[in-house]
């Protein structure tokens, strides 16, 4: 999966909010006992809806200061309910006063929520990984 998003915010306070887990906590959607464990770790219980099936993933995220002011990533690891899931997602910045943020993910998801199907799971992970990146746009542009 990939995307890019347009944020009105410098690049270098976007890099900034992007990897300090204190605000990325306050972005994830259907979340809930979110906690930051250092500098770069998270951890949160995910509430997951796929089409019968709704599952909550522990999951602790981790942030990864690639290249620094442009380029992170973001693992996501969660389990629960009889299935689990590793989201690997990177961004990279350009720009100055306004920054565009080109995203890619990559999911792996195994147990109960697998067994749904190919197609269906691929379109709900895209249409929520583009939720999580226009969720955290808009919250980095309200920070700004």
């Given amino acids: 999966m990939e995307g890019s998003n347009a944020i009105n915010a410098p690049g270098v306070k976007v890099y900034s909010l992007l ?22 770790t998270l951890e949160a219980k995910i509430k997951l809806r796929i089409a019968v099936v709704s599952s909550a ?12 002011p442009t380029r992170a990533k973001l693992v996501a690891e969660g389990s629960g309910s009889g299935s689990s899931m590793k989201i690997t997602s990177v961004f990279e910045l350009s720009g100055d006063s306004q920054t565009t ?25 895209t249409k ?15 920070a700004v």
């Fill in 101 to 125: 943020m080109r995203w890619s993910a990559d999911a792996e998801i195994t147990g109960v929520m697998a067994g749904i199907g190919s197609a269906l799971l691929k379109g709900f992970a």
């Fill in 128 to 142: 929520k990984v583009g939720e999580i990146f226009m969720g955290i746009t808009k919250a980095v542009e309200d």
């Fill in 19 to 40: 990897t300090d887990p204190s605000f990325v906590a306050k972005t994830l959607p259907d979340s809930e006992d979110v906690r930051v464990i250092d500098g770069s």
């Fill in 57 to 68: 993933l522990k999951t602790r995220m981790t942030i990864v200061r690639e290249s620094p």
